[in-house]
Nanobody
Framework: QVQLVESGGGLVQPGGSLRLSCAASGFTLDDYVIGWFRQAPGKEREGVSCITISDGSTYYADSVKGRFAISNDNAKNTVYLQMNSLKPEDTAVYYC?????????????????WGQGTQVTVSS
C-alpha cells in the first residue's frame, strides 16, 4: 500500500527553522517526483518545492527561494524540506505528494499520492 507520512511540523517563532519529513512506504522514491505543497486557511493549496529523485533536480516557489531547501535520503526513502527564516505567512498545513511524471510540479491534480499533512505555525 502506497503511503506518504509527513512529520516535523509545529509552532516556531518568526526567523526560526523547521525540518519537515515525508516518509514513503509501499514504493521506492527512485522513479518519482516528490512535491511539497501548503495550504493556509481560506487559500488554495500551492506548490512550495519539488525534487526529481532520479536526477536530483529541484524547484522552488519564488516565495521560499533562498529560505527552503528540499533533499532526499534514499536509504530512508524519505524527502525533507528544511525551512529557515520562517515568516508568519509560511503558516499552513504542509503536504507532500508523489507522482512519476507530473506535467507541472505546481499542479495538485498532477500528483497521484498525498500525505495527510503537518501543521506549521509561525507566530511570536
Amino acid at each position: 500500500q502506497v503511503q506518504l507520512v509527513e512529520s516535523g511540523g509545529g509552532l516556531v517563532q518568526p526567523g526560526g527553522s523547521l525540518r519537515l519529513s515525508c516518509a514513503a512506504s509501499g514504493f521506492t522514491l527512485d522513479d518519482y517526483v516528490i512535491g511539497w505543497f501548503r495550504q493556509a486557511p481560506g487559500k488554495e493549496r500551492e506548490g512550495v518545492s519539488c525534487i526529481t529523485i532520479s536526477d536530483g533536480s529541484t524547484y522552488y516557489a519564488d516565495s521560499v527561494k533562498g529560505r527552503f531547501a528540499i533533499s532526499n535520503d534514499n536509504a530512508k526513502n524519505t524527502v525533507y524540506l528544511q525551512m529557515n527564516s520562517l515568516k508568519p505567512e509560511d503558516t499552513a498545513v504542509y503536504y507532500c505528494a508523489a507522482d512519476t511524471n507530473p506535467r507541472d510540479w505546481t499542479i495538485t491534480g498532477d500528483y497521484d499520492y498525498w500525505g495527510q499533512g503537518t501543521q506549521v505555525t509561525v507566530s511570536s
